[in-house]
């Protein structure tokens, strides 16, 4: 199978993620809950994935790193956190329904900076119109649909000027667009660990600016339990239960592969394979590609309609070649409604740092045989 769909989840691993699961399972057991050796190990672990993500972030203080199950439960904490019912958020138009859905469960006034793909002068216009007197702004840093790459820098820099705390869904950029955490001044970002970062389902990640969030679970910390309240402090206030200790071990081992291939590098090899498989395909009039006139505001996704054919149908067939890839509206139908592809959605193909030219070129051809 050629897998095209790192956009929910990066099947392929490096192999050192597998081991470090199956080790930590053999060897490790719940962190800061006793003295003992696979206790210590398991602490240790965990301290040393916090301070990899903390360096790779620009995050000053590795405790103002959480671990969380996915993106999603660090997105629901960070709103939770801010926002109450009736404030008002300003949100990308590119957001997943995990930013969606979590604001209109809390009763938010919802007000949408939409603006046309791939310009970002349009993104920083919607959102400067629309910041003043807003409680909150959330902004995935790229769309999973087109991998458009919002301008983050410039929208945080609005919303400091405005003194409005912004929340980062960096979902889709992690592990390969760069994230400057602290010198942004966010309040929030979150992510999988599952994507990008090259970890295990089940593993996700949130950064936090303030000292004493919002808990959206309670319970146990192996910390202050006399207590009935939770810690305040990081990270034992957002971190109750037992951790994910395998997930984590597995997501320390993909940080360290990506440590030593660079995000940059993989950024650079997955545009560089969005490039080849667009200029196949770029010929056709079959085809309508959604790609960037400036290459430096796309990742590497790339979503395109095949004239004539449905797009599940498509994602289908291609799933028959041996093809895996994402049709639909891949949980954002904001995105898909800003881009004007709300009714038809989109096949969207997403690229690894695994994929190949060749595996890449194939693909290509395949979607070509399917508009004739
Ligand atoms: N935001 C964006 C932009 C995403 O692409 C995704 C995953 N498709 C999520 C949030 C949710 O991530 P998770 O599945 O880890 O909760």
Known sequence: MIYLDCAATSLQKPASVRYAVSDAMRTMSSPGRGGYESAMAAAGMVLDCRTALADMFCVSAPERVIFTSSATHGLNIAINSLVKPGDRVVISGYEHNAVWRPLYGRGADIRVAASQLFRPEAAMDAFRRLLPGANAAIC????????YILPLEEIAALC?????????????????????????GCAFAAMPGHKGLLGPQGTGVLLCREEQPRPL???GTGSVSESVEMPDFLPDRLEPGTHNVPGIAGLLAGLEWLGRRTPAAV????????????DILSGSDKIRLFRAADPSCQAGVVSLQIKGVDCEEAAERLAARGIAVRAGLHCAPLAHQTAGTLRAGTVRFSFSPFNTFSEVRYAAEQVLSLGV
């Open 140 to 147: 995935c840093q790229v769309s999973n649909v087109f991998g």
């Open 160 to 184: 400091r000027r405005a003194g409005v705390p912004l929340i980062v869904d960096a979902a889709q950029a992690a592990g390969s667009v760069g994230l400057d955490f602290d010198g942004l």
């Open 217 to 219: 679970l309670y319970g």
């Open 267 to 278: 950024l650079a090899h997955e545009r560089e394979l969005a490039a080849a498989f667009c």
